[in-house]
């Protein structure tokens, strides 16, 4: 059970308090809006924060948001992907807590969680507290990849943790705060709302899609390691009915499987837009994946880098950034095999999972 779906444990946080609300679609609490649930229960809420993708959840990855207002509550929403992604100190004036409820999906590259990061930050500077309603991680029954350097550290990646960090958005939390990784050492005044009956080893098929090209659970079971594509010239799908579980390129011609991106909700440009992609189909590969393997899967990335014979230029700009380091470009160019790679990391992920266990709040997997 969510921490949204136990409204007796943070009403009384949020009694004679002024709240603003950091919250996307898919902020339910059962089958209804939180931001709905909390005015009906008499709760003072302000203002809502909307991050990547926006309030209704409809726009691309990566397209700014506009502040505006909410249709359905009256509400001013406040974007956190536009002309800036972290609340302003004016925004928080006239507020006394921030909420925070949004679903995860367990890959660092998934800007929520940079999002919640500098939502902190700003509660933070402004002495104010923030509650983190928190929601299963559907890829949390695992830890692989590498760990971020400093120097690829971007809005896809803003502290030292590997690909996939096997814990939910609370404990995450927890860990940003624990660990001092807030700018000049800042701490946030953090509560966190835990799960109930959590089991970080059980499929959870998510009520809501996260965003709009994870239509279903086995697109977000295959988000972390398809997401590396999206740093190539390799589709995975966006534009297509299948997003994150189909990927392919014109020029693969060892795929069993063809499809064509056209413009569609939430790709309204996307890559190689118009043209017929030879690959691979995944969706029926995701169960096993989920019940057997347990880590990012590099074969796909390393037979399309070699096939393909592009050279450095199968990757572009985007590519460092989503890895958070430019070794595994390297590693892959020089033909390293996926369990090479795999094992270059297992010091760094060692040492992230002694940071991880102090601050896990449910059984580990």
Partial sequence: MSGACQPSLYLPLLEGRRIG??????SMAGTRHLADSLLALGVDLRKI?????????????GEHIRDGRDTATGLPVISLYGARRKPAAEDLQDLDLLLFDLQDVGARFYTYISTLSLAMEAAAAQGLPLLVLDRPNPNGFYIDGP???EAYASFVGMHPVPVVYGMTIGEYALMVNGEYWLPDSLQCELLVIGLKNYDRNRIYPLPQRPSPNL?????VYLYPSLCLFEGTVVSVGRGTAEPFTIYGHPGLKSGTYTFTPFPAPGAAHPPLEGQECHGYRLGDYAEQYREHEAH???????NAYHELGMGDDFFNAYFDKLAGTD????QIMKG??????RQSWAGELEAFKGIRKKYLLYEDF
Wanted: proline residues 7%; contains cysteine.
């Fill in 327 to 330: 070794v595994l470009r390297q």
């Fill in 21 to 26: 609300l950091i919250a996307n679609h898919a």
């Fill in 147 to 149: 760990v971020l350097s």
């Fill in 49 to 61: 924060f909307a991050p990547e993708h926006g309030f209704r959840g409809l726009a691309d990855a």
């Fill in 215 to 219: 239509p279903g659970w086995q697109a």
């Fill in 336 to 341: 390293l095999s996926p369990e090479a790679i």
């Fill in 296 to 302: 990012l899967n590099l074969e796909w990335l390393c």
